[in-house]
């Protein structure tokens, strides 16, 4: 019964897998050299892959690895990672096009298997519920357990979230409605129909895992004969998810600010990349001045604070 579940799931994450795996091929080596025996897998995501281009940003990876401990050469480094995770570090390397940059977020497969079945927070099953790529695993059977993983997260996205809203739509829209959910539940700077941009970019896809995930949920689900995808929860699951999605964002957001100050001390660059970052998505400039640089969790509060009054920080 087990292994048809896992089997399922690994159905609806789809092959899990990029053409861009030899171009990242540079920072892949990086990242196994740091890990060494404790690395399981890299998952790629985010909006490289989604362009097909890892050279015109700044490329997404979960480092799943099997302990903490024996990822970390020091102990503090590895409290702060069960403490919060994940703990987010900075990465570039010489590729075949030119200079390859990523940001990865270590996670333990025992967090990332609790964590997108379980996790109140929607930042990791809301993220590993859109396509990805696993693009290193330390073998066959690891790969399968990120599959599943990434399967389970599709699964507990549509749980938590079409409860909570009203039926019926298409299945690209059902998750697009169900995406920004997840983004609401975050410190995001970008715009709140990022989630149908996202989805319009690849709807066959989004819409099949609506349909390969239908048989596990946990209500009943019918399509019509037009395509609608109509959800029937029951009373007290639509009460619950209403009252988590009430409860997940100011949570969620608290979160992401925790997340944030840690990363000032794991993540080169820290600052300049929210930046970067901020300018990208809203075309709002925030000046790093090197005070700001030097002592962002002093400095960097006012400018927070700023762009969460403007409504560039949502």
């Excluded at 399968?144 to 997260?153: D, V």
């Excluded at 109509?230 to 209403?242: C, G, T």
């Excluded at 992401?256 to 820290?270: E, H, N, P, Q, V």
Aim: hydrophobic share 40%.
């Amino acid at each position: 019964m087990a292994s048809d579940i896992h089997t399922t799931l690994r159905a609806i994450a789809g092959p899990c897998e990029s053409d861009q795996a030899n171009a990242l091929a540079p920072l892949i080596d990086q990242i196994t050299a740091l890990y060494s025996d404790s690395l399981q897998g890299i998952i790629y995501y985010g909006s490289c892959l989604r362009s097909g281009n890892p050279y015109e940003g700044l490329v997404d990876f979960y480092v799943v690895v099997d302990s903490y401990r024996r990822a970390h050469a020091h102990w503090l480094a590895a409290t702060a990672n069960a403490l919060i995770p994940p703990n987010v570090y900075y990465l570039e390397a010489e590729g075949a096009r030119g200079q390859l940059r990523c940001k990865y977020a270590v996670i333990n497969e025992p967090g990332l298997v609790c964590g997108v079945r379980t996790n109140f927070l929607s930042a990791l099953w809301g993220r590993l519920a859109q396509p990805v790529a696993i693009v290193h695993a330390a073998n066959d059977d690891a790969r399968q357990r990120l599959q599943t993983c990434c399967g389970q997260a599709v699964v507990t996205l549509l749980n938590r979230s079409l409860p909570a809203l009203r039926p019926p739509a298409s299945a690209a829209e059902t998750y697009a409605r169900a995406l920004a959910l997840s983004y609401s539940g975050e410190l995001r700077t970008e715009h709140s129909s990022r989630s149908g941009e996202v989805v319009a970019q690849n709807a066959g896809e989004y819409a099949r895992r609506v349909h390969a995930a239908i048989p596990v949920l946990s209500f009943s689900v019918h399509v019509g004969s037009d395509g609608q995808v109509a959800w029937q929860p029951s009373a007290a699951q639509k009460h619950r998810a209403q009252r988590a999605w009430r409860l997940m964002r100011p949570a969620g957001r608290a979160l992401s600010i925790a997340r944030l100050s840690k990363a000032c001390f794991t993540f080169g660059d820290a600052v300049d990349y929210g930046a970067w970052k901020i300018e990208r998505h809203t075309g709002i400039h925030v000046e790093v001045t090197p005070r700001l640089r030097k002592h962002p969790l002093i400095f960097g509060w006012p400018v927070l604070w700023r762009l969460y009054r403007a409504g560039t920080l949502r």
